[in-house]
Protein backbone atom coordinates (compact mmCIF):
# COMPACT_ATOMS: atom_id res chain seq x y z
CA UNK A 1 0.00 0.00 0.00
CA UNK A 2 1.10 3.29 -1.37
CA UNK A 3 2.81 5.56 2.11
CA UNK A 4 0.95 9.05 1.99
CA UNK A 5 0.87 12.22 4.46
CA UNK A 6 0.22 15.84 4.42
CA UNK A 7 2.08 18.08 6.11
CA UNK A 8 0.61 21.62 7.39
CA UNK A 9 3.22 24.17 7.65
CA UNK A 10 5.14 25.52 5.03
CA UNK A 11 7.68 27.13 7.60
CA UNK A 12 11.31 25.36 8.51
CA UNK A 13 10.24 22.54 10.47
CA UNK A 14 7.16 21.52 8.46
CA UNK A 15 9.02 21.83 5.08
CA UNK A 16 12.12 19.98 6.67
CA UNK A 17 9.82 17.09 7.56
CA UNK A 18 8.19 17.46 3.78
CA UNK A 19 11.62 16.65 2.25
CA UNK A 20 12.21 14.25 4.79
CA UNK A 21 9.27 11.66 4.05
CA UNK A 22 9.55 12.07 0.02
CA UNK A 23 13.51 11.16 0.96
CA UNK A 24 12.13 7.90 2.39
CA UNK A 25 9.48 7.35 -0.79
CA UNK A 26 6.17 8.51 1.19
CA UNK A 27 4.00 10.67 -0.91
CA UNK A 28 4.14 14.02 0.56
CA UNK A 29 1.80 16.95 0.12
CA UNK A 30 3.00 20.32 1.85
CA UNK A 31 0.46 22.92 2.70
CA UNK A 32 0.80 26.30 3.48
CA UNK A 33 -1.59 29.40 4.29
CA UNK A 34 0.08 31.79 1.96
CA UNK A 35 -0.59 31.36 -1.60
CA UNK A 36 2.18 33.66 -2.63
CA UNK A 37 4.79 31.69 -0.51
CA UNK A 38 3.38 28.12 -1.94
CA UNK A 39 3.65 29.69 -5.69
CA UNK A 40 7.32 30.26 -5.09
CA UNK A 41 8.09 26.86 -3.42
CA UNK A 42 6.15 25.24 -6.68
CA UNK A 43 8.41 27.64 -8.78
CA UNK A 44 11.58 27.04 -6.98
CA UNK A 45 11.28 23.27 -6.18
CA UNK A 46 12.83 24.26 -2.65
CA UNK A 47 11.69 26.86 0.51
CA UNK A 48 13.89 29.66 -0.55
CA UNK A 49 13.25 31.77 2.52
CA UNK A 50 13.52 29.10 5.30
CA UNK A 51 16.01 26.27 3.91
CA UNK A 52 17.33 27.51 0.92
CA UNK A 53 19.54 25.30 -1.34
CA UNK A 54 17.76 22.25 -0.37
CA UNK A 55 15.81 20.97 -3.31
CA UNK A 56 12.66 19.63 -3.21
CA UNK A 57 12.37 15.34 -3.78
CA UNK A 58 10.06 14.65 -6.88
CA UNK A 59 7.32 13.09 -4.76
CA UNK A 60 6.59 15.93 -2.68
CA UNK A 61 4.33 18.44 -4.08
CA UNK A 62 3.14 21.77 -2.40
CA UNK A 63 -0.66 23.44 -1.83
CA UNK A 64 -2.11 26.57 -0.41
CA UNK A 65 -5.88 25.06 -0.30
CA UNK A 66 -6.73 23.19 2.99
CA UNK A 67 -9.25 21.32 2.02
CA UNK A 68 -7.09 19.25 -1.12
CA UNK A 69 -4.45 18.64 1.74
CA UNK A 70 -7.06 17.27 4.10
CA UNK A 71 -8.08 15.02 1.15
CA UNK A 72 -4.61 13.78 0.55
CA UNK A 73 -4.33 11.47 3.26
CA UNK A 74 -5.91 10.40 6.25
CA UNK A 75 -2.17 11.21 8.13
CA UNK A 76 -1.83 14.93 8.66
CA UNK A 77 1.20 16.10 10.75
CA UNK A 78 0.61 19.44 12.21
CA UNK A 79 3.81 21.85 11.86
CA UNK A 80 2.35 25.10 12.85
CA UNK A 81 3.57 27.90 15.69
CA UNK A 82 1.33 26.92 18.87
CA UNK A 83 -0.75 30.15 18.42
CA UNK A 84 -2.12 29.08 15.13
CA UNK A 85 -2.59 25.43 15.89
CA UNK A 86 -5.90 25.27 17.32
CA UNK A 87 -7.10 27.79 14.30
CA UNK A 88 -5.90 25.03 12.00
CA UNK A 89 -7.33 22.57 13.20
CA UNK A 90 -10.78 24.09 13.33
CA UNK A 91 -10.07 25.21 10.08
CA UNK A 92 -9.21 21.43 8.90
CA UNK A 93 -12.09 19.92 10.59
CA UNK A 94 -14.63 20.21 7.60
CA UNK A 95 -12.88 18.78 5.03
CA UNK A 96 -11.08 15.64 6.93
CA UNK A 97 -12.36 11.93 6.50
CA UNK A 98 -13.77 9.98 10.00
CA UNK A 99 -10.77 8.16 9.96
CA UNK A 100 -8.06 10.78 9.99
CA UNK A 101 -5.17 10.52 12.32
CA UNK A 102 -3.05 13.99 13.51
CA UNK A 103 0.23 14.10 14.72
CA UNK A 104 1.81 17.87 15.25
CA UNK A 105 5.60 18.60 15.36
CA UNK A 106 3.86 21.79 16.78
CA UNK A 107 6.16 22.42 20.44
CA UNK A 108 4.28 25.15 22.95
CA UNK A 109 0.84 24.88 25.07
CA UNK A 110 -2.26 26.49 23.89
CA UNK A 111 -2.17 30.08 24.64
CA UNK A 112 -5.88 30.52 25.35
CA UNK A 113 -5.55 28.94 28.73
CA UNK A 114 -2.32 27.06 28.50
CA UNK A 115 -3.89 23.32 27.61
CA UNK A 116 -1.41 20.79 26.16
CA UNK A 117 -2.05 20.28 22.50
CA UNK A 118 -3.36 16.62 22.57
CA UNK A 119 -6.71 18.34 24.68
CA UNK A 120 -6.86 20.90 21.67
CA UNK A 121 -7.10 17.79 19.57
CA UNK A 122 -9.69 16.09 21.71
CA UNK A 123 -11.98 18.78 21.84
CA UNK A 124 -11.94 19.94 18.02
CA UNK A 125 -12.07 16.24 17.09
CA UNK A 126 -12.67 13.50 19.74
CA UNK A 127 -10.32 11.74 22.67
CA UNK A 128 -10.57 8.96 20.16
CA UNK A 129 -8.68 10.57 17.39
CA UNK A 130 -5.68 8.86 16.69
CA UNK A 131 -3.15 11.67 18.21
CA UNK A 132 0.83 11.92 18.41
CA UNK A 133 3.46 14.13 18.79
CA UNK A 134 7.02 14.32 17.41
CA UNK A 135 9.61 16.45 19.40
CA UNK A 136 13.40 15.75 19.67
CA UNK A 137 16.84 17.94 19.66
CA UNK A 138 16.04 18.69 16.04
CA UNK A 139 17.28 21.38 13.61
CA UNK A 140 15.20 22.22 10.77
CA UNK A 141 18.45 22.66 8.39
CA UNK A 142 20.43 19.50 9.65
CA UNK A 143 17.31 17.29 9.00
CA UNK A 144 16.50 18.58 5.71
CA UNK A 145 20.38 17.91 5.08
CA UNK A 146 20.19 14.29 5.89
CA UNK A 147 22.53 14.80 8.80
CA UNK A 148 22.32 12.22 11.76
CA UNK A 149 19.27 13.35 13.65
CA UNK A 150 16.94 11.04 16.34
CA UNK A 151 14.05 12.15 17.39
CA UNK A 152 11.02 10.86 19.67
CA UNK A 153 7.25 9.98 18.53
CA UNK A 154 4.90 9.87 21.21
CA UNK A 155 1.52 8.47 21.42
CA UNK A 156 -0.97 6.82 23.69
CA UNK A 157 -1.61 4.11 20.77
CA UNK A 158 1.29 2.61 19.49
CA UNK A 159 0.05 1.96 16.55
CA UNK A 160 -0.07 5.12 15.39
CA UNK A 161 3.13 5.96 16.64
CA UNK A 162 4.84 3.02 14.46
CA UNK A 163 2.95 4.26 11.58
CA UNK A 164 4.58 7.46 11.69
CA UNK A 165 7.74 6.31 12.87
CA UNK A 166 7.76 4.04 9.26
CA UNK A 167 7.67 6.72 7.42
CA UNK A 168 10.17 9.05 8.69
CA UNK A 169 12.69 6.53 9.94
CA UNK A 170 15.65 6.16 7.69
CA UNK A 171 18.88 6.83 6.55
CA UNK A 172 20.38 9.34 8.95
CA UNK A 173 17.05 9.88 10.99
CA UNK A 174 16.11 7.74 13.66
CA UNK A 175 12.72 7.47 15.26
CA UNK A 176 12.42 6.38 19.03
CA UNK A 177 8.51 5.59 20.25
CA UNK A 178 7.07 6.59 23.42
CA UNK A 179 3.52 6.44 25.13
CA UNK A 180 4.36 9.45 26.79
CA UNK A 181 2.53 11.87 24.80
CA UNK A 182 2.05 14.47 28.20
CA UNK A 183 5.89 14.58 28.89
CA UNK A 184 6.89 14.96 25.38
CA UNK A 185 4.64 17.35 25.05
CA UNK A 186 5.72 19.31 28.33
CA UNK A 187 9.65 18.78 27.46
CA UNK A 188 9.19 20.51 24.18
CA UNK A 189 7.41 23.88 25.41
CA UNK A 190 9.46 24.25 28.54
CA UNK A 191 12.76 24.07 26.86
CA UNK A 192 12.41 27.28 24.87
CA UNK A 193 12.02 29.22 28.15
CA UNK A 194 14.99 27.93 29.14
CA UNK A 195 16.98 28.38 25.89
CA UNK A 196 15.82 32.01 26.12
CA UNK A 197 17.18 32.13 29.97
CA UNK A 198 20.47 30.91 28.74
CA UNK A 199 20.89 32.93 25.82
CA UNK A 200 20.50 35.82 28.51
CA UNK A 201 23.10 33.97 30.13
CA UNK A 202 25.57 34.15 27.38
CA UNK A 203 24.78 37.71 26.14
CA UNK A 204 25.61 38.95 29.42
CA UNK A 205 28.82 37.25 29.18
CA UNK A 206 28.57 34.76 31.76
CA UNK A 207 30.74 31.69 31.09
CA UNK A 208 30.16 27.90 30.47
CA UNK A 209 29.92 27.20 34.31
CA UNK A 210 26.32 29.44 34.05
CA UNK A 211 25.25 27.34 31.01
CA UNK A 212 25.58 24.64 32.43
CA UNK A 213 23.66 25.52 36.20
CA UNK A 214 20.96 26.65 33.75
CA UNK A 215 20.43 23.60 32.02
CA UNK A 216 20.33 21.12 34.92
CA UNK A 217 18.38 23.16 37.29
CA UNK A 218 16.25 24.06 34.29
CA UNK A 219 15.71 20.59 33.66
CA UNK A 220 14.31 19.69 36.97
CA UNK A 221 12.11 22.46 36.63
CA UNK A 222 10.41 21.02 33.44
CA UNK A 223 10.99 17.47 35.58
CA UNK A 224 8.82 19.43 38.58
CA UNK A 225 5.95 20.67 35.78
CA UNK A 226 5.85 17.45 33.90
CA UNK A 227 5.48 14.40 36.30
CA UNK A 228 2.87 16.93 38.19
CA UNK A 229 0.90 17.38 34.78
CA UNK A 230 0.91 13.31 34.62
CA UNK A 231 4.16 12.82 32.21
CA UNK A 232 6.83 10.38 33.51
CA UNK A 233 10.76 10.92 34.78
CA UNK A 234 12.25 8.54 32.22
CA UNK A 235 10.90 10.56 29.44
CA UNK A 236 12.49 13.87 30.29
CA UNK A 237 16.08 12.45 30.61
CA UNK A 238 15.38 10.96 27.40
CA UNK A 239 15.95 12.49 23.60
CA UNK A 240 12.37 15.06 24.02
CA UNK A 241 13.37 16.20 27.35
CA UNK A 242 17.15 16.51 27.97
CA UNK A 243 18.04 16.24 24.60
CA UNK A 244 16.06 19.02 23.53
CA UNK A 245 16.87 20.97 26.47
CA UNK A 246 20.63 21.06 25.11
CA UNK A 247 20.57 21.63 21.61
CA UNK A 248 18.29 24.88 22.04
CA UNK A 249 20.27 26.21 25.10
CA UNK A 250 23.97 25.62 23.57
CA UNK A 251 23.49 26.15 19.89
CA UNK A 252 22.74 29.63 18.32
CA UNK A 253 20.51 27.77 15.56
CA UNK A 254 18.23 28.15 17.74
CA UNK A 255 15.93 30.76 17.92
CA UNK A 256 14.90 30.78 21.47
CA UNK A 257 18.79 31.49 22.51
CA UNK A 258 19.40 34.10 19.98
CA UNK A 259 16.57 35.54 21.11
CA UNK A 260 18.20 35.75 24.48
CA UNK A 261 21.09 36.69 23.73
CA UNK A 262 19.95 39.89 22.23
CA UNK A 263 18.25 40.48 25.25
CA UNK A 264 21.30 39.96 27.38
CA UNK A 265 22.92 42.23 24.93
CA UNK A 266 20.68 45.13 25.72
CA UNK A 267 18.19 44.98 23.20
CA UNK A 268 14.76 45.29 23.98
CA UNK A 269 11.77 42.43 23.12
CA UNK A 270 10.59 44.01 19.73
CA UNK A 271 13.96 44.73 18.49
CA UNK A 272 15.26 41.54 19.32
CA UNK A 273 11.95 39.61 17.56
CA UNK A 274 12.43 41.51 14.14
CA UNK A 275 16.04 40.72 14.04
CA UNK A 276 15.41 37.29 13.79
CA UNK A 277 12.26 37.28 11.83
CA UNK A 278 11.07 34.02 12.73
CA UNK A 279 8.46 32.12 15.63
CA UNK A 280 10.02 32.43 18.80
CA UNK A 281 8.08 29.92 21.25
CA UNK A 282 9.49 30.74 24.05
CA UNK A 283 7.80 33.95 24.41
CA UNK A 284 4.61 32.83 24.55
CA UNK A 285 5.26 29.89 26.25
CA UNK A 286 7.32 31.53 28.89
CA UNK A 287 4.02 32.97 30.11
CA UNK A 288 1.81 29.87 30.05
CA UNK A 289 4.21 28.04 31.51
CA UNK A 290 4.85 30.57 34.58
CA UNK A 291 0.97 30.47 34.88
CA UNK A 292 1.05 27.01 35.24
CA UNK A 293 3.22 27.10 37.70
CA UNK A 294 1.50 29.18 39.89
CA UNK A 295 -1.36 27.10 39.65
CA UNK A 296 -0.25 23.85 40.38
CA UNK A 297 2.33 25.58 43.55
CA UNK A 298 5.51 24.42 41.96
CA UNK A 299 9.07 26.06 41.96
CA UNK A 300 10.16 27.29 38.83
CA UNK A 301 12.47 30.03 39.63
CA UNK A 302 14.23 30.18 36.38
CA UNK A 303 11.01 30.42 34.69
CA UNK A 304 9.99 33.03 36.92
CA UNK A 305 12.55 35.34 36.24
CA UNK A 306 12.37 35.06 32.81
CA UNK A 307 8.85 35.66 32.48
CA UNK A 308 9.68 39.32 34.09
CA UNK A 309 12.45 40.04 31.99
CA UNK A 310 9.45 39.50 29.48
CA UNK A 311 6.48 40.33 30.51
CA UNK A 312 7.15 42.85 33.48
CA UNK A 313 10.44 44.86 32.50
CA UNK A 314 12.81 43.13 34.64
CA UNK A 315 16.59 43.72 33.97
CA UNK A 316 18.05 40.70 32.63
CA UNK A 317 20.92 41.31 35.21
CA UNK A 318 18.88 41.61 37.98
CA UNK A 319 16.94 38.46 36.82
CA UNK A 320 20.73 36.54 37.43
CA UNK A 321 21.05 38.67 41.01
CA UNK A 322 17.63 37.78 42.13
CA UNK A 323 18.64 33.79 41.08
CA UNK A 324 22.05 33.59 43.28
CA UNK A 325 20.44 35.15 45.66
CA UNK A 326 18.15 32.39 46.63
CA UNK A 327 18.40 30.48 49.86
CA UNK A 328 20.88 27.61 49.85
CA UNK A 329 19.22 24.24 50.35
CA UNK A 330 19.83 20.37 48.56
CA UNK A 331 20.03 19.52 45.42
CA UNK A 332 16.85 16.96 45.12
Known amino acids: MEKKIAILGAGSWGTALAILAARNGCRTLLWGHNPDHIATLARDGQNQRYLPELPFPENLAVTANLSVAAGFSNLLLISVPSHAFKDTLTELKPYVSADVKIAWATKGFNPDDGRLLHEVVAEIFSAQTPAAILSGPTFAREVAADLPTAITIASTQPDFANQLADILHGGCFRTYT ?109 KETFLL ?40
Open 178 to 286: SSDLIGVEVGGAVKNVLAIAAGIADGLGFGANTRAALITRGLSEIMRLGIKLGGKQETFMGLAGLGDLILTCTDNQSRNRRFGLALGQGKDRNTAIQEIGQEIEGVSAA
Open 293 to 332: AKKHAIDMPITEQTYQVLYEGLAPLTAVQNLLAREQKPES
